[in-house]
Each structure stands twice: as C-alpha cells, then as structure tokens.
C-alpha cells in the first residue's frame, strides 16, 4: 500500500523483498555509526515484526522509502511509539534511517515533512525526535522539518559512560 508520494518518494507498506535489503542497511557501520551496535540477521526480523505489529496496532509506523523513478527501497522513514521511559513520554517519535548511499541526498527531510501530515491526519497532535548528540545529521534533519529543541537527556537504554548516551530531543506541535 502506498501512504503518500513526494516528489521523488514513496512511503508505502514493507515487501518480503525489503528484509535482504534493510538486513544488509543494519550490518553497514556508515548507517549504524550513531546506533549502539550493527544488528544481525535475526535482530532485522525481530525489528521488521515490530514494525509490522505496529502497523496493525495503530494504523501508522515506520515506513517503507522507495525512490520513485526506480522502484529502489533505500530505508524507512516515519512514526513509532517511544519504547522506554523518560519524562516526555508517553509519546510518539519520528524517526528515519536510509541506507547510506542515500545519505546527504535530502530524502530523510522529504519523506519526514510527508510523515508530519500523515502524523496529523492520523490525530497524533505532538511528535518528538531523538538522537545521539554526537549524531548532527539527524538533528539538522529535525531542524529541517520545523521541530524545535526542546532539551538533552540521557538515554535509559545507554550506559552513561557510553558516547551515545546524551541525547538531543526535539517535539513538533501538529
């Protein structure tokens, strides 16, 4: 199912034919470089479930991205329930990770504006955004979309002498 088209982008449901692609995107240390360890085959099923419950669940979730003039999968990009605590949750996060031939190309900025009028039609009226301090093309892409800093924080996931574990956080009012 396609969610919503953009210029050069379509957010549409997961294929069986995206796993070979995202497992291989999980495995690549220039994508996973702000994340706390590559993920192994299995760790991509296990995330790909999750993702397909959510979907049924809510009737939103991470997206599948596919670059419309070659039908090519490059990431996902979209919505997900933030899964631990902290003191801005419970609360909805936007969220993106694209394979990294795909980096610097403005995709993750023009899929997540689509996301943010998807968020809304869906009734979602505030989204937050989150990453590694250390992770500035993420926070340049939150900034790109109109969200505003709304702090730091440690992440409880994260060891505190990890250099992952301070956090940007940003939220956007829909």
């Avoid at 999980?26 to 994340?35: A, S, T």
């Avoid at 939103?60 to 919505?79: N, P, Q, R």
């Amino acid at each position: 199912m396609i969610y919503i088209e953009t210029e050069r982008l379509i957010l549409r449901s997961w294929k069986p034919e995206d796993l070979p692609l995202f497992i291989a995107m999980n495995k690549d240390v220039r994508v996973m470089r702000y994340f706390p360890t590559i993920l192994n085959d299995s760790e991509t099923e296990a995330f790909c479930r999750r993702i397909q419950e959510e979907f049924s669940q809510k009737d939103w979730g991470l997206y599948a991205l596919e670059i419309k003039s070659t039908g090519e999968f490059i990431g996902y990009v979209g919505l997900h329930e933030i899964g631990f605590d902290a003191d801005f949750t419970p609360g909805v996060e936007i969220g993106w990770r694209l394979a990294a031939d795909y980096h610097n190309q403005g995709y993750a900025t023009e899929a997540a504006k689509a996301v943010l009028s998807l968020a809304k039609s869906a009734g979602i009226e505030r989204l937050f955004s989150f990453t590694a301090k250390i992770n500035a093309p993420s926070e340049r892409v939150m900034q790109k979309i109109g969200m505003v800093k709304a702090g730091e924080f440690m992440h409880p996931n994260l060891s505190d002498d990890s250099p992952l574990c301070v956090h940007v956080l940003y939220k956007i009012d829909l």
